[in-house]
């Protein structure tokens, strides 16, 4: 079942019905009185291979309060390692989450406008993983059977637990 959904997904990938990553702007995780600057608005992210990148924004109102963007990009890759005999039995599944963050540390400007560059990260391909992976038995060969990517941006101000801007994709 979980071939099927993986399948169905990389088709709507294909098509370009890809799932849309979900964004939320909440200012009251903010210095009060914080707004997208004229002209600007909510930072979009777009996944092209294994690489996420988000776009920049402005927000003005901020004063001296400094933020922290993170944008985390976990690659999750399942498979199986095959017994070489003559039947290729599998032999041992596999999964693991490896983790990419980038860490950007930001400052307002002297009339409190917090500048947000693009931020981009780079998962982990199927070919790196089979290039590090080994089965547990030397003789066993791995395949990958979904390599399936996912990421978090956030912006948080300081001296704020949440964070004002969260996209998940």
């Known amino acids: 079942m ?11 990938m294909f098509l370009g019905f890809a799932p849309a990553a979900q964004a939320l702007t909440n200012f009251s995780n903010a210095p009060s009185g914080a707004h997208y600057a004229v002209g600007f608005s909510e930072p979009v992210c777009t996944v092209s291979g294994v690489t996420v990148s988000c776009t920049g924004t402005q927000i003005e109102g901020v004063g001296h309060t ?20 003559t039947n290729s039995k599998v032999v041992e599944p596999f999964s693991k989450s490896i983790s990419t963050t980038t860490t950007t540390e ?27 992976f080994t089965c547990p038995n030397p003789n066993w060969t791995p395949e990958v059977t979904s390599n399936v990517l996912s990421f978090t941006y ?16």
Do not use: M, W, Y
């Not at 956030?154 to 637990?161: H, K, P, V």
């Open 106 to 132: 930001l400052v307002p400007t002297k009339n409190g406008r917090l500048v947000v560059p693009t931020e981009s990260a780079t998962g982990t391909s199927t070919e790196e993983f089979l290039a590090t």
């Open 66 to 85: 400094n933020a922290t963007v993170d944008l985390t990009v976990t690659s999750t890759i399942s498979g199986v390692c095959h017994n070489p005999g």
């Open 154 to 169: 956030t912006l948080t101000f300081e001296g704020f637990t949440k964070p004002a801007i969260i996209i998940t994709g």
């Open 2 to 12: 979980r071939r099927i959904a993986f399948i169905a997904v990389l088709g709507l």
